[in-house]
């Protein structure tokens, strides 16, 4: 196996000026959701903003636009399908697609889409799903991608690098894996998601030790797209590689602190989501 360059101290926040605007601090766009999942790009959409992003535009089908914005009225709306969405994705300055997308032709679609421009993006669930389905990593990708699979993911993506075969749980194993796939996907950051998730471009090394069982629950997979996306934004200005760690670590004490609050068999997506504020208090403090 190559060496990686383990990385252990993550970049510090930078200052928010006095004199900022919403521009400063940089545009997501969130393309997902269904008639059946319209939780899922609100999650996304609201982590962003408590990420500190500027700006944030939900794209999602208009059979449930108007109840994701209900769940997450801060956002901005984006009928699907719409001729705005290719100066949407323009003016993004990194997207999340995926939560609640579904694997259908129109989905096919956006991602395409997405995967043809310059835009940095973050692409999980669905989108995953639907590149799994193909028979190797799309050639004409130009966008910096951050891919978060999960385990089961992870193997569905598998055949696309050559290991079908992978273990959940041995973490030389995962680290493997995770490597490959970066390498295979263009340089791509992959964002292995568990108990320690891996991250990795290649090259370079993070295993996250911040977490809680509290994230083993439907809508906190949402919730780091969105983390992550800010991160890619201008909010930082961190490449891809640093903004998915400090998006992995603010996740996961994230998680931490909700299950202090709400306890860890009943913690919900959107408090942990509520809780990003005081994951970034501690992340500035121990990182700066």
């Not at 903003?49 to 208009?62: F, S």
């Not at 050559?162 to 749980?169: A, N, V």
């Not at 292995?192 to 090394?205: F, N």
């Not at 977490?211 to 890619?232: C, K, N, Q």
């Amino acid at each position: 196996m190559n060496l990686l360059q383990r990385v252990v101290q993550l970049r510090p926040l930078p200052p928010r000026p006095a004199e900022s605007h919403k521009g400063t601090f940089g545009r997501v766009l969130v393309i997902g959701g269904s008639a059946d999942m319209i939780g899922a790009p609100a999650f996304a959409g609201m982590a962003a903003y408590r990420a500190g992003v500027g700006y944030v535009q939900l794209a999602t089908p208009r059979v449930s636009l108007l109840h994701t914005l209900s769940l997450a009225p801060e956002c901005i709306g984006l009928s699907l399908p719409s001729r705005k969405l290719a100066d949407a994705i323009k003016k993004a300055d990194a997207i999340a697609i995926g939560p609640g997308l579904g694997t259908g032709t129109s989905a096919r679609t956006l991602l395409d889409a997405v995967l043809k421009s310059d835009t940095r993006v973050v692409i999980d669930a669905d989108a995953l799903n639907l590149l799994s389905a193909g028979r190797s990593w799309p050639k004409r990708e130009r966008a910096q991608c951050v891919l978060t699979p999960h385990p089961g993911e992870m193997k569905r993506l598998g055949k696309l690098f050559g290991k079908p075969e992978q273990s959940s749980d041995d973490e030389a194993d995962r680290i493997d894996t995770a490597r490959r796939a970066a390498e295979v996907f263009g340089g791509s950051v992959i964002v292995l998601k568990g108990a320690r998730t891996i991250v990795t471009d290649g090259r370079r090394l993070y295993v996250n030790h911040t977490g809680s069982p509290v994230l083993a629950r439907a809508g906190s997979g949402d919730v780091l797209s969105g983390i992550t996306a800010a991160f890619l934004a201008a909010v930082a200005h961190f490449d891809p590689f640093d903004a998915a760690c400090t998006a992995t670590w603010i996740h996961g004490t994230a998680g931490r602190i909700a299950g202090r609050i709400h306890g860890e068999r009943s913690t919900l997506a959107r408090e942990v989501c509520e809780s990003i504020a005081g994951s970034l208090v501690e992340y500035q403090s121990q990182f700066g």
